[in-house]
């Protein structure tokens, strides 16, 4: 997975942006930051079969499974700049169930890759579709935006929610109800 020509771009960035990488601060920056880079994007690398690993088990259990607060740091796709928060997913199953943590481990594989907020909700939701096969699934995700916090509008306090409802979710109130409240009861 390590490319070793993106030490060479972030090396020309860096230089472009003025600096010096001959300095002591900087010398081993374009191998640090490629790596950083790397490890943020491993999402691409990363296939649903292989991270799911066969932990689906049978169950008649029919009711709602929630996974709360989730946390996620992605990177927007229009800057390049992170922006993290946390994921809320639910689940009706049909004849089985997903192993826990596959659930944090998906969230994670879509954002690490370069992402609008949107599109990650959905990812997220479409491959829990997919391995589970359940009724319904739904995703609802809650993020800080580097991007507007740092420069550009320079928001602090502005939050982007986006949701997803798959199946029973999206045919039926009551079930997105449930889950809209199930997610809002917060640990004490
Ligand atoms: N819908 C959505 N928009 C995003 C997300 N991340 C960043 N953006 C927005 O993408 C837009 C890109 O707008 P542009 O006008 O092309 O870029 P820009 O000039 O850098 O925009 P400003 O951020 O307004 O300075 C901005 O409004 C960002 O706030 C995301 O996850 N979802
Ligand atoms: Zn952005």
Redesign the pocket.
Known sequence: MMNPDLDHHFEQIITGLGEDTRRGGLEKTPYRAARAMEYLTQGYHQSLDELVNGAMFESDNDEMVIVRDVEFYSL????VLP?FGHAQVGYIPDGRVIGLSKIARIVDMYARRL??????AREVAEAIQHVTQARGVAVQMD?Q?M??MM???SKQNAE?S?SVMLGTFRESVSARNEFLQLIRRRPA
Do not use: K, P, T
């Open positions: 927007c796709e229009h800057h922006f992402q609008i907020q949107e599109n990650l993020a935006h991007c507007m420069r550009g509008v982007m986006s």
